[in-house]
């Protein structure tokens, strides 16, 4: 370096295009996110019905169990 370098001039920040397009990136995504949460909680979910269906809660095992495959089917298999 030599000694007689002029210094670069110091930006602002307020001046460089990129802060204000971070700064709008960043908005776009918070506002993003509060709509999105507010819609979830506002919207009900439809519940659909099916025809002869017979309500399975999730942590309870099937009343019958499966069926173990034949030999047959054991041995068409490999």
Known sequence: MTPNAPATPRTPWHRVPE???ILVLL???VI???SLVVT???ERDTHLVVPDDVPRP???PPIHGAQAP???EVRSAS
């Open 19 to 21: 802060v204000w397009l």
């Open 40 to 42: 979830a909680t506002r």
């Open 27 to 29: 908005g776009a995504t």
């Open 32 to 34: 993003g996110s509060v």
């Open 70 to 72: 034949s030999v047959d």
């Open 58 to 60: 999730s942590r309870i």
